[in-house]
């Protein structure tokens, strides 16, 4: 009998206090390796400040203008420069604004179809990519229009991000 009770104490005893007190520290080995992660992270972007802050300060120097139809005229006219300098001929045209996640942007998506050789379409897509303007290039689709590839047909999506104004709490 006693040893049965012995035996009970113990599984009662594992069972509330051995068991609980494992899994609370399985739990606080997984929250501070957690946190650890978290502080390097922190101290990885504390080392990158500088870069960060002067990446930032580019963005929103060269985002599109905060009144939508300054941002579409800086937008098209860009498009206009490129579209001038190599040489391409344009096609089409859609622009389309979409609000971002938040209120402190939204981006002037713009799908422009294009007619040009092999040229005119490298020296476009190279003013493009390599405008400081805050843009990004979504999708690229180049087809040839006739059977030996000298005429070409280039689909472009790019992204042109507006920054609205902002308070003093959203500045980086």
């Known amino acids: 009998m006693l040893i049965a009770g012995v035996g009970l104490l113990l599984f009662v005893a594992d069972s509330v206090l051995f068991e609980p007190l494992i899994s609370s520290w399985k739990e606080r080995q997984t929250h501070i390796k957690e946190l650890r992660t978290q502080l390097e992270n922190g101290k990885r972007m504390l080392q990158r400040e500088t870069v960060l802050r002067v990446r930032w300060e580019s963005w ?18 860009a498009f206009d420069k490129w579209e001038r300098d190599s040489g391409i001929t344009r096609v089409g045209m859609k622009p389309q604004w979409k609000q971002g996640d938040d209120d402190t942007y939204s981006t002037l998506e713009c799908r ?43 689909a472009l999506q790019v992204s042109g991000l507006q920054l609205n104004p902002s308070t003093p709490a959203q500045q980086p």
């Not at 060269?62 to 006219?77: H, P, T, V, W």
């Not at 689709?141 to 005429?151: H, K």
């Open 60 to 77: 929103s120097t060269n985002a599109l203008s905060s009144n939508q139809s300054l941002g579409e005229a800086q937008l098209f006219k």
């Open 112 to 154: 422009a179809d294009y007619n040009g050789d092999i040229d005119r379409v490298k020296r476009f897509l190279y003013a493009v990519e390599t405008d400081p303007m805050g843009i990004k290039v979504d999708s690229v689709e180049i087809s040839s229009r006739d059977d030996n590839g000298q005429q070409l047909t280039l």
